[in-house]
């Protein structure tokens, strides 16, 4: 795109058109947890997927499996995952008097372990080849190395969830591959980059007590502006890459800001006035990364 575009007035203008329609579909996330059994490829339950999330692996195996493929797991956490055990027995039918077989269901778990903490060898790889529902997103190499240039500390694969730690001043993010596309990774790592522009060595934007996944509730307000300000700047800075092919890309963006608008009941001004805050983030963020920053109107 064009650099002297103001591209806070077209994405802000945007997005609230797209929330005054009221015609958004629901927030999704970008990227993919879904865990699978390697022998069987089959998704573990539901109640497996919450014992295995925050870890990054596609695939799990048992540790006796993994000895016997001859896989190198040293140093490997282990994992639990559940199933029932179906017993039967005998027991009489108190209306006809006569034995009938019964089943038991009794929980039961065992340990696995995640193929991303297996070293990377022949025997790995065979395994898995032509298993993998990840995607082959390329990387955009160019923008990695301007992003490279921020000086942010980004951890990559790490969990299964993106989020940016104040206490800390790290990112993470999933990898790549767990993404529905490629621009879908990068929007993502553009919205944490903004709420690390926030931190006291950089704009100063956060209080001084830091936003923690357990102030969100009592934060409400207070988190809920820096949501939009990070969304925007993501958005903002997906339009400067042009990463944004049509109005569509903005949808989900629209989505995310929406559910954040409620409990600053629902004042779409809050989008104007957060927008200003992720110009000073967008272009901080371009001023790192070497490159010219947004035209930002004159009040």
Same mark, same amino acid.
């Given at each position: 795109?064009?650099?002297?575009?103001?591209?806070?007035?077209?994405?802000?203008?945007?997005?609230?058109?797209?929330?005054?329609?009221?015609?958004?579909?629901?927030?999704?996330?970008?990227?993919?947890?879904? +865990?699978?059994?390697?022998?069987? !490829?089959?998704?573990?339950?539901?109640?497996?997927?919450?014992?295995?999330?925050? %870890?990054?692996?596609?695939?799990?195996?048992?540790?006796?499996? /993994?000895? /016997?493929?001859?896989?190198?797991?040293?140093?490997? $956490?282990? +994992?639990?995952?559940?199933?029932?055990?179906?017993?039967?027995?005998?027991?009489?039918?108190? $209306?006809?008097?006569?034995?009938?077989?019964?089943?038991?269901?009794?929980?039961?778990?065992?340990?696995?372990?995640?193929?991303?903490?297996?070293?990377?060898?022949?025997?790995?790889? $065979?395994?898995?080849? !032509?298993?993998?529902?990840?995607?082959?997103?390329?990387?955009?190499? %160019?923008? %990695?190395?301007?992003?490279?240039?921020?000086? /942010?500390?980004?951890?990559?694969?790490?969990?299964?969830?993106?989020?940016?730690?104040?206490?800390?001043?790290?990112?993470?993010?999933?990898?790549?591959?767990?993404?529905?596309?490629? $621009?879908?990774?990068?929007?993502?790592?553009?919205?944490?980059?903004?709420?690390?522009?926030?931190?006291?060595?950089?704009? +100063?934007?956060?209080?001084?007590? +830091?936003?923690?996944?357990?102030?969100?509730?009592?934060?409400?307000?207070?988190?809920?502006?820096?949501?939009?300000?990070?969304?925007?700047?993501?958005?903002?800075?997906?339009?400067?890459?042009?990463?944004?092919?049509?109005?569509?890309?903005?949808?989900?963006?629209?989505?995310?800001?929406?559910?954040?608008?409620?409990?600053?009941?629902?004042?779409?001004?809050?989008?104007?006035?957060?927008?200003?805050? /992720?110009?000073?983030?967008?272009?901080?963020?371009?001023?790192?990364?070497?490159?010219?920053?947004?035209?930002?109107?004159?009040?």
């Amino acid at each position: 795109m064009e650099k002297n575009k103001n591209v806070n007035k077209i994405v802000t203008e945007n997005i609230i058109s797209l929330i005054e329609s009221g015609k958004l579909p629901e927030w999704s996330k970008a990227f993919k947890r879904i +865990k699978r059994n390697i022998d069987s !490829k089959k998704n573990y339950s539901c109640l497996n997927q919450l014992l295995l999330s925050g %870890d990054t692996s596609e695939y799990y195996i048992t540790p006796k499996k /993994a000895i /016997a493929k001859k896989l190198n797991f040293k140093g490997a $956490k282990t +994992k639990i995952v559940t199933f029932w055990k179906v017993s039967t027995y005998m027991a009489k039918n108190v $209306k006809t008097n006569e034995l009938e077989e019964k089943k038991s269901f009794i929980l039961r778990f065992y340990n696995v372990i995640g193929f991303d903490s297996i070293a990377d060898t022949e025997e790995k790889r $065979k395994l898995i080849e !032509k298993k993998s529902e990840y995607k082959n997103n390329a990387r955009i190499e %160019d923008l %990695d190395r301007m992003i490279a240039n921020i000086g /942010a500390t980004i951890k990559t694969g790490q969990s299964g969830r993106a989020f940016y730690v104040p206490s800390t001043h790290e990112i993470s993010v999933p990898k790549i591959e767990t993404f529905t596309d490629s $621009k879908s990774y990068y929007k993502t790592l553009f919205h944490e980059l903004a709420h690390w522009t926030g931190h006291e060595t950089n704009l +100063k934007r956060h209080n001084e007590k +830091k936003y923690t996944f357990e102030e969100r509730e009592e934060k409400k307000q207070e988190y809920s502006y820096e949501e939009l300000v990070a969304e925007i700047s993501s958005a903002m800075l997906a339009e400067y890459f042009n990463l944004n092919d049509n109005i569509d890309d903005l949808k989900n963006s629209a989505s995310y800001l929406k559910g954040w608008l409620e409990p600053l009941k629902n004042d779409v001004n809050m989008i104007v006035h957060a927008s200003s805050k /992720a110009d000073k983030a967008v272009n901080f963020i371009l001023d790192k990364m070497g490159v010219a920053p947004l035209a930002i109107d004159e009040a």
